[in-house]
């Protein structure tokens, strides 16, 4: 065979057999459990593989998604290809520049009848490897439950994974310890509110009254998200990040990588469930996967828990319900696509909201990358190509977007100082996806950008001016009126707004129990996470989707073991 398996069989100074990787069966397991640890116990893992390969511009290996399989990239049998070109654009001297071709969009209809006499028997499924999927299964597991947790890319980690800013939470520790007053009652008017009034309260009592619980789980598996700021929407500072600017979500999925491992959680990934298993009463009792190399078999299960995420990232989803978002970028993993929803019509689910979907701001112009509202939550001031002001930065998300794609061109400028970017670490990121441009003065940052220059520092100046006096004219709330746009090195992103979050989805309850088409619980059947609707109403609030996740998660964990333990 060409490719890897080729040139490590014929050059002789590193030559391994066939069962090296395939192990003396000769089949792989979908996680390609033996391969990847040949690859590491030859080069080391992916610290030290990126160690190696630091003097490429882009380095490869020293990605946000930690600990993926080398097979996510480096073929056997076939070339090599850059998996994170999924999302990025990464074109320069990396060698096996390409697409790794993904799973294709699940055929949901096309199992109907899929079936298989391979059973397997575990009290808890899990479907859907990303936040709401690890918590759930590490609760379930907690709880005394043997829990399988199925995903059906290469990578586990969904879009939490790439969750940027931070997590809403009231009342906690750490904004306790920095006297930030905060209570759940206004997390819950806030959030009522963001979602324009249409979400189910009872749900958002449940996300708002657990939130500094939440926190302090994650706190006990050793999170800590103590650097406490303001997030769109929000009364008060609750938006909870790692200190230093860190991305939130890599930081927090590493973890529950590490706390699976630690407790032996099974996860399997490559492993798409494609079919609900419901019985003649309506019960959920497992699934059909269809492993990428051990093909179709069942999962019996006592409880299933369905945390499969949202379809940002599926365009015909989503233009059936927006023919007006035709065309706009998505800031999602490649994976959201939507497929556990059909399988939730399997087992008779109810939906709702399904046409709330929403465009988050700040989208890199020319990529999927996610500008986090972090940044303008440090102090970032946003213009228009005329290098003026438009909008309170701060605002809800379905305002800001529709501002900005009121203005020329429909893009718009971040524009921030030197002490604003050293006070978040992932701007350093974007510069290192060359995604933002400085310059000495606000005059060269202008000619960079195509601004009139005599604009741009009349609007700074006018903004560092309602920093003193706390008044500003589009009512940026006086508290977030912090940091002046003042020392250089001066920064610009063009940001866009794209497809962001579906609040959309089965409907549940404040069990996480997956509710039918008549109202009534479907026996066996729950839900966490973006896969759900009726927490976010018409909008989501910024880090209100990783406060859901715990929240949730921890809930359907439990309910699903105790569901379990009950059979
Ligand atoms: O919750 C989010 O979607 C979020 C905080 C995104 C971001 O801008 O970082």
């Known amino acids: 065979a060409k490719y890897l398996a080729g040139s490590h069989m014929t050059d002789k100074n590193i030559a391994i057999s066939c069962a090296d990787c395939h192990g003396e069966s000769g089949l792989l397991d979908d996680a390609e459990t033996q391969v990847n ?27 946000h998604l930690d600990k993926i399989n080398c097979t996510a990239c480096h073929g056997g049998h076939e070339p090599s290809a850059i998996y994170c070109n999924n999302c990025h654009s990464f074109s320069n001297q990396i060698s096996h520049v390409g697409i790794k071709p993904l799973p294709k969009k699940l055929d949901i209809a096309a199992y109907d009848n899929a ?47 790439l969750a940027a800013g931070g997590m809403n939470a009231a009342g906690t520790t750490y904004q306790k310890e920095q006297n930030i007053q905060d209570d759940a009652e206004t997390m819950f008017q806030d959030t009522m509110k963001g979602g324009k009034n249409i979400s189910n309260p009872d749900l958002v009592h449940v996300l708002a009254n657990n939130s500094a619980d939440s926190m302090a ?29 860190a991305a939130v979500g890599s930081y927090l999925v590493n973890i529950y990588k590490d706390t699976a491992d630690k407790s032996n959680l099974d996860v399997r990934v490559n492993s798409p469930a494609v079919r609900l298993l419901v019985d003649d009463k309506g019960a959920v009792y497992g699934a059909v ?35 007006n978002y035709k065309g706009m970028t998505t800031s999602n993993q490649p994976g959201a696509t939507g497929d556990g929803l059909d399988l939730a019509k399997e087992a008779n689910a109810s939906f709702v909201d399904m046409d709330q ?59 921030l100082d030197d002490n604003i970017r050293k006070s978040l670490k992932q701007i350093e990121g974007y510069f290192h996806l060359n995604l933002a441009k400085e310059a000495a003065t606000l005059d ?46 001066f920064v610009a992103i063009e940001i866009a707004p794209g497809i962001h979050y579906t609040m959309g989805g089965v409907q549940i309850n404040t069990d996480a129990q997956v509710i039918d088409n008549n109202g009534k619980p479907i026996p066996n059947f729950y839900a966490a996470g973006e896969v759900t609707g009726g927490v976010h109403g018409a909008n989501r609030l910024g880090g209100n989707s990783i406060s859901e996740t715990v929240t949730f998660g921890r809930i359907a964990g439990a309910q699903a073991a105790a569901n379990a333990a009950l059979t």
């Open 357 to 415: 979907i929403q465009i988050h701001p700040s989208i890199a112009v020319g990529s999927s990358t996610l500008i986090t509202e972090a940044v303008r939550g440090v102090g970032a001031i946003m213009v228009n190509h005329e290098g003026n002001r438009f909008f309170d930065e701060l605002s809800t998300r379905d305002k800001v977007s529709a501002a900005i794609l009121e203005q020329k061109g429909q893009t718009a400028y971040l524009i």
């Open 115 to 161: 079936s298989s006499n391979i059973v397997e028997n575990t009290d808890v499924l899990v479907i859907g490897a990303g936040g709401s999927g690890f918590i759930s299964a590490l609760t379930a597991q907690e709880n005394g439950a043997k829990v399988i947790l199925v995903e059906k890319m290469p990578i586990p980690g969904g879009n939490s994974q």
């Open 444 to 489: 060269e940052l202008a000619k960079l950008i195509n601004v009139p220059a005599e604009n741009l520092k009349a609007t700074v100046e006018e903004y560092n001016k309602a920093v003193d006096t706390k008044q500003d004219k589009y009512g940026k709330k006086p508290d977030t009126l912090e940091k002046k746009v003042l020392t250089g090195p």
């Open 289 to 323: 996967i269809d492993g990428q190399h051990k093909g179709l078999y069942e999962i019996h299960a006592k409880s299933v828990i369905l945390t499969s995420g949202g379809f940002s990232a599926n365009a015909d989803r989503v233009t059936s319900y927006k023919p």
């Open 37 to 63: 640890a040949t690859c590491i116990s030859c080069h080391g893992d992916l610290k030290a593989v990126a160690a190696i390969t630091n003097k490429t511009e882009i380095n490869p290996h020293e990605s």
């Open 217 to 245: 789980w994650l706190t006990s598996i050793g999170a800590k998200l103590n650097a406490v700021n303001f997030g769109g929407g929000a009364t008060n500072k609750r938006f909870h990040a790692p200190m230093g600017g």
